[in-house]
């Protein structure tokens, strides 16, 4: 397929987890997995995805729903370069793809805008990209002469605005959001609003996770629904979610009013 | 007419295969230079915050550890030769760069599985930006020590840069071990605890707190089998005493060549478990 038609495309994608690893740690087992020895039997083995198969198009926002456990926030992590898949392919057409994050890496010594330049590095920016991201984040974060000293002298919500505003700047082609990221207070989360906004309009593809089904069919122009790793369904937004929220509805109880999603989602 | 089709967008297409992941790292790494730069001056200026004395402790600490192992050997013990504390000093910078990129090393790997789960940085930057800032560290270690020696009589001399090669061939040494034993701390977390000891007992192993010609000419052989006698005597002798190291060249060539084969062999194994760094949970 022609690279100016993809931005996304999984096929046979599979990611397992060894438990043994993890579980029940022998020395011996500990050993064995530290020089890669691989015991027979698949006992032991989970597969987070497997089977996935995707295309998505440019300009498409994918939103993926499922369960917690189905493999939603692994599948990001597989898109982001974060995790490699143990079986088939993931092709990703676009510079950069990130998943949205605020603070991963923060160092409290560091000052707010050492931090600013060594967590741009960590995505991948330039030397030159950095220093022209600079000014323009410090300034979006609105912190002042705090930009000068260490992060151990800030909030919570100072740093969480700082890793915000370095987050709105990244400007990646692939723009992956594990639900939608709000800080701040009522001023700063309508500039965050609207400067998340523009990166999504800028971004060649975005793929979203959520658990309200509501929030995907009004963003979204495809729908993945992912159960135990597995595709159960792709395709259209309103069918998929229809689909979704019939196999849900027993287990569940009724979604709570809009007004208390919205508080709780800003909780979140 | 398709303003995309002039702008070609970077293609990556992830495959399982271990050619496939060195190709792909190795341009990571080209990319991600200015992290491994970024991050190197970073835990510098953070190792020298917080604390009255700053960046004199990159000379103080290897000062203090000569100051104790004077008093137990000189004062103590009534051994060791000229310039004794100098000679110790030698080869504590060698070690201690060892031993801390190795152990900073792990401990960062570790650190980055638990807060940098989203970040998708290539791990194999985390050796390199350690034994960079650690480099550093002994490089200016170095010159203080031809600092601290010239009031002893010791004067630099075009000798003195004969340290040079083999302090290249330890940071060779040195990052192939910290690929190597950070990739394997990731499953097997007691290693750090072991490699506390074990560098230790190698460093006790090497002619670190005395020189090689101390040792009698037939257990000689048995040193020339530990890396650390190389670089503790390919610093001290030049810098200390104004000598081309005291061993043979066949030796020499060995450990150049043992380091090299480390240095590749240790990358392509971290690359290798790479994959499931970010699958362990912590």
């Not at chain 1, 499922?66 to 692994?74: L, P, R």
């Not at chain 1, 939608?180 to 400067?195: C, I, M, N, T, Y």
């Not at chain 2, 402790?57 to 004062?75: C, D, N, R």
């Amino acid at each position: 397929m022609e690279s100016d038609e993809l931005a996304i495309a999984a096929h046979g994608l599979g990611v397992r987890y060894d438990l043994r690893q993890t579980k029940n740690r022998t020395l011996r087992r500990s050993l064995a997995a530290a020089v890669g020895a691989r015991p027979g039997a698949e006992q032991g083995i989970f597969w987070a995805l497997r089977d996935v198969d995707f295309v998505l198009a440019p300009g498409e926002i994918l939103g993926v729903i499922g369960k917690n456990g189905s493999g939603k926030s692994t599948l990001l992590q597989v898109i982001a370069d974060i995790i490699s898949p143990d079986e088939g392919t993931i092709r990703v057409v676009g510079r950069r793809p990130t998943l949205l994050t605020i603070g991963a890496g923060f160092e409290r010594e560091l000052t707010g805008r050492e931090n600013i330049r060594l967590n741009a590095a960590y995505l991948g920016f330039s030397r030159k990209e950095i220093e022209r991201l600079v000014e323009p984040i410090a300034e979006f974060s609105e912190l002042g002469q705090f930009l000068d000293q260490p992060l151990k002298t800030y909030s919570t919500g100072m740093r969480a605005r700082l890793g915000f505003a370095i987050a709105v700047h990244t400007d990646p082609d692939i723009l992956l959001l594990d639900e939608v990221l709000s800080v701040g207070d009522a001023d700063f989360q309508e500039k965050s609003r609207h400067r998340m906004l523009e990166m999504m309009n800028r971004a060649r593809a975005i793929v979203v996770v959520s658990h309200s089904g509501e929030m995907i069919e009004r963003t979204c122009s495809k729908v993945l629904w992912l159960e135990k790793g597995r595709v159960r369904d792709f395709g259209d937004p309103e069918a998929v979610i229809a689909d979704y929220h019939k196999s849900t509805v027993k287990l569940i109880p009724p979604a709570p009013p809009a007004e208390q999603q919205a508080a709780v989602a800003r909780i979140r | 007419m398709n303003a995309a089709a002039n702008t070609p967008h970077p293609v990556r297409i992830r495959d399982a295969t271990l050619s496939g992941r060195i190709r792909a790292n190795l341009s990571d790494l080209v990319r991600f230079r200015h992290l491994v730069w970024y991050m190197a001056m970073s835990s510098l200026a953070v190792e020298s915050r917080g604390t009255k004395l700053g960046r004199s402790w990159w000379v103080l600490e290897p000062l203090a550890l000569m100051g104790v192992y004077t008093v137990f050997i000189k004062v103590i013990l009534h051994r060791g030769g000229a310039n004794f504390p100098l000679a110790v000093l030698a080869a504590l910078l060698s070690f201690e760069f060892f031993a801390r990129s190795v152990g900073r090393s792990m401990s960062l790997l570790k650190a980055t599985q638990s807060s940098m789960l989203s970040v998708a940085f290539p791990r194999t930057v985390i050796p390199l930006a350690v034994t960079l800032s650690e480099s550093i560290r002994l490089i200016i270690a170095v010159a203080a020590y031809i600092a601290i020696a010239a009031p002893f009589g010791v004067m630099p001399s075009p000798v003195t840069a004969l340290a040079l090669p083999f302090i290249v061939v330890e940071i060779l040494f040195t990052l192939g071990a910290s690929y190597f034993f950070a990739a394997t701390s990731v499953f097997f977390r007691d290693l750090s605890k072991i490699t506390d000891y074990l560098f230790w007992l190698l460093f006790h192993l090497a002619p670190g707190m005395y020189t090689l010609a101390m040792v009698p000419a037939k257990y000689r052989i048995i040193f020339a089998f530990n890396p650390f006698t190389t670089f503790f005597e390919g610093l001290r002798a030049p810098l200390l005493y104004g000598l081309a190291p005291g061993f043979s060249s066949v030796q020499t060539g060995i450990v150049f060549l043992v380091s090299v084969i480390l240095c590749i062999a240790g990358y392509l194994y971290f690359l290798r478990r790479e994959g499931s760094f970010n699958k362990v949970v912590v």
